[in-house]
């Protein structure tokens, strides 16, 4: 080992360095809520949503119990029938394909861009049917979809927007002339709290965020039982909230949430640069108007080399991760929904080819210059 490699331990998300950085004010906030025993909607969860709401300049920020539940519970919100379709992309983690499905929705998968990953509005807008009501698009990565196009396909067909947000909280968007933050775009913005989220808590937690006062009203009944008034029920709910304690940390954390996004913002900059001429990979894509927060730095590993550049950087001490390998429309548990003319190549070939190397907000610049030089010498 030379003296680089010994003075770095190299992870895809470093939640020890992050305690370390805070650990004073998230012990002392966690003691209190021990304290103080309201473990179940307590304070804290009140004023974390308040303050994630003038963050994201949003009026209404209901939490919930996990990104998951968050997605669900918007879905729920918009009253919609058994078979109604919702558009999602093929190429993202499960959680949204599946409460479409739970909720006896249909879900329709749209390919996605080869460049930004994301959601491709043309191929949306030919999936449109009589029974569409939603199109719920992933910000994948830390990086918006094309929301410009997607809102006016959904204005134009009276659609209901979801936005999925849990890869991408703090990521600024041009709308309407206007720096808007991600996830208030469109009717709901969906969230996670997990802990390698841009904004983690040390469990799990979500929350759902909207400008509209009766779907907020609608949202944050159904997560407590379908019930404004304990124990009369208006709707059929779920039980899903956030825990006492993870709002109080999540109120620790929430002041650096800009800072993490820059730090990462950084690391990507220095893999831009020195991954700029290698050949054999392609660097992530760039959504004009939109800022990126690089909760993912994936290439692309092009001449069918990815296991074997992961072998190389495994052997150097890098960890590195697909994300993800197989496409949601090809995945057994939504055979159900693909009758064999769902049609995403570009989904299918990323999942041939993606690769996502270290990025987390306690990285350091030399760490980043090691995994690129490395990653340099196995293409040179
Ligand atoms: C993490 C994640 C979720 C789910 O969040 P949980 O809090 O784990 O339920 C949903 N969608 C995307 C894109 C995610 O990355």
Redesign the pocket.
Known sequence: MNSVQKSISLEMVDLGRQYQRLKNEIDQAVHAVMEQTAYINGPEVNLFASELAHYLNVPHVIPCA????A?QLALMALELEPGDEVITTSF??V??AEVIALLGLRPVFADVNPDTYNICPQHVEKLITGRTRVILP?H?FGQAANMDALMEIANHHGLYIVE?V??SLGANYLYNDKEQKLGTIGHIG?T???PS?NLGCFG???ACFTSDAALAERIRIIASHGSSKRYFHDYIGINSRLDTLQAAILRVKLPFLDEFIHTRNIIAGIYNQLLANTSGLRLPGLQPGASHTFNQYTIRVMNERRNELMGHLERAGIPSRVYYPKPLHLQKAFAKYNNGDTNCPTAEMLCHEVLSIPMHSEMTEQEAIYVAETLNRVFK
């Open positions: 996990n990104g998951t539940d997605l993202s983690f959680a949204s992933v994948l999925d849990a890869q969906c996670s709290f997990f989220k799990d937690g979500g």
